[in-house]
């Protein structure tokens, strides 16, 4: 089955820097990404998602690129807030099943 | 949008209780919904796949006989923890695919479940 490795489990970032979540994956089928934001003991909010036929995406401060050769894709927050403080995990999808990394606790630091 | 109704949302109950916990689809029909479990600070992990008409598919090392799934229509799938033990809490959630059977998932709101 589908394995996807995330990383870093957790990072801290001055408000209004750059954060940088990277996750790889191991099913070369699995042809949809989605990134997803969680508060404590709420459900995953998805903020930005990208198909296998698409190298970047961007919508304002998030965007997301996929690397399909080497499995990689990534996730960046720019000009980061403190209300973007959250778990972040991203997953990838093969036959409607999704497979999630094990989460980035990103802090904000005002 | 879409929307995926789940209740309860918490649950409180002594040690080999039954809980069961809905997951409905309010505005489309969801032939397929999937169930997950996720541990205080880890992952969301699948448990299985439901199938409206037909018999759930379990992820390996889930129990079909300890997490009941029925999906009797097209807008509800209900889990029923039997004989649930301390071991059991954990937040569980659903998710349906969209009204046209594709990404992006919608979740339900979670049910925090607490076995004393």
């Known amino acids: 089955g589908e394995n996807v490795e995330q990383h870093p489990s957790t990072l801290s970032v001055q408000e209004g820097d750059s954060a940088v979540i990277k996750c790889t994956y191991s099913?070369?089928?699995?042809?949809?990404f989605p990134w997803y934001k969680q508060e404590l003991g709420k459900r995953p909010q998805l903020i930005i998602d990208?198909?296998?036929?698409?190298g970047e995406k961007k919508d304002q401060r998030i965007a997301v690129t996929l690397n399909k050769t080497a499995k990689h894709f990534s996730l960046h927050i720019t000009e980061t807030q403190p209300e973007d403080s959250a778990v972040y995990f991203c997953?990838?999808?093969?036959?409607?099943?999704?497979?999630f990394g094990t989460g980035t606790r990103l802090t904000i630091i005002p | 949008g879409a929307v995926v109704s789940q209740h309860p949302s918490w649950v409180i109950c002594k040690s080999g209780t039954s809980v069961k916990i809905e997951c409905r689809s309010l505005d489309f029909q969801a032939t397929t919904m999937f169930w997950y479990r996720q541990f205080p600070k880890q992952s969301l992990m699948l448990m299985a796949t439901?199938?409206?008409?037909?018999?759930?598919?379990?992820e390996q090392g889930v129990e079909k006989d300890k997490f009941l799934i029925n999906h009797a229509s097209l807008t509800l799938s209900t889990l029923t923890v039997t004989s649930a033990h301390p071991e059991d809490s954990s937040f569980y959630i659903c998710?349906?695919?969209?009204?046209?059977?594709?990404?992006?998932?919608?979740f339900g709101d979670g049910t925090r479940l607490s076995i004393l």
């Open positions: 998710s349906a695919p969209g009204s046209l059977g594709n990404q992006p998932q919608h």
């Open positions: 990208i198909r296998s036929n698409v």
């Open positions: 997953a990838a999808n093969h036959n409607e099943k999704l497979t």
């Open positions: 439901s199938n409206e008409g037909s018999k759930a598919t379990y």
């Open positions: 099913d070369s089928a699995s042809n949809y």
